[in-house]
Nanobody
Framework: QVQLVESGGGLVQTGDSLTLSCTVS????????MAWFRQAPGKAREFVAY???????LIGDSMKGRFTISKDNAKNTGTLQMTFLKPEDTAVYYC??????????????????????WGQGTQVTVAS
């Protein structure tokens, strides 16, 4: 079964930048979408960004202009670059991939239920 491991979280100050990585094992990332979600204490999991298998990206509204998603199929790794971080970005960040490859575009791609495999998450804390 595919495994995902997030890394790169930590404690930063407001305005700082941080880059999260998601390493995928037991399956090639090529041909698969990847998404990032986050969950703050006491809140529902929130869509952050996705990158489709062919490279199209979508960033959540509150992250546009600050976050960038990418993936390196050769390294089987996805990356979420976060800049101008705010205290409200504090959350556990999760990466996820679906079971099906070469998925057609769907508005569901920003929903949790569009993804079958999840990492354990990495904590990002932004101090004010």
């Amino acid at each position: 079964q595919v495994q995902l491991v997030e890394s790169g979280g930590g404690l930063v100050q407001t305005g700082d930048s941080l880059t999260l990585s998601c390493t995928v094992s037991k399956r090639a990332l090529n041909g698969y979408d990847m998404a990032w979600f986050r969950q703050a204490p006491g809140k529902a999991r929130e869509f952050v960004a996705y990158i489709r298998w062919q490279g199209t990206t979508l960033i959540g509204d509150s992250m546009k202009g600050r976050f960038t998603i990418s993936k390196d199929n050769a390294k089987n790794t996805g990356t979420l670059q976060m800049t101008f971080l705010k205290p409200e970005d504090t959350a556990v960040y999760y990466c996820a991939v679906p079971n099906a490859p070469y998925r057609a575009f769907s508005s569901r791609s920003s929903r949790e239920d569009a993804y079958d495999n999840w990492g354990q998450g990495t904590q990002v804390t932004v101090a004010s």
